[in-house]
């Protein structure tokens, strides 16, 4: 049983930039596939960046891509969100989340079993 917990989520102007930590106990954390969410207001979860198995591997939703970065330290069983100029439309609680398969499978939020209880990310204009 993975869990884990965000923090770093916080509210900040547009431009500005906020790391996210996600920190998993449990059994063999450098075996999964690491990946954030959020969710806005009336909004469906979206998939917002995920990682593979030793960093080699990563993907972003188009919305994020170049501004944000996703990283993970295994020795720390820590999966990093770095997100860089910020935007009003990137207001959302994000979560972290963990998914036992490898990196071209995990590539919805039903593959993923584990997730956090969020962090809320709010971006002034």
């Known amino acids: 049983q993975v869990q884990l917990v965000e923090s770093g989520g916080g509210l900040v102007r547009a431009g500005d930039s906020l790391r996210l930590s996600c920190a998993a106990s449990g059994p063999i954390f450098s075996y999964y596939t690491m990946g954030w969410f959020r969710q806005a207001p009336e909004k469906e979860r979206e998939f917002v960046a995920r990682?593979?198995?030793?960093?080699?591997?990563?993907s972003y939703i188009d919305s994020v891509e170049g501004r944000f970065t996703i990283s993970r330290d295994d020795a720390k069983n820590t999966v990093y969100l770095q997100m860089n100029s910020l935007k009003p439309d990137d207001t959302a609680v994000y979560y972290c989340a963990a998914s036992a398969l490898d990196f071209p499978r995990a590539d919805s939020a039903r593959h993923y079993p584990y997730w956090g209880q969020g962090t809320q990310v709010t971006v002034s204009s």
């Open positions: 990682i593979g198995l030793g960093s080699s591997l990563t």
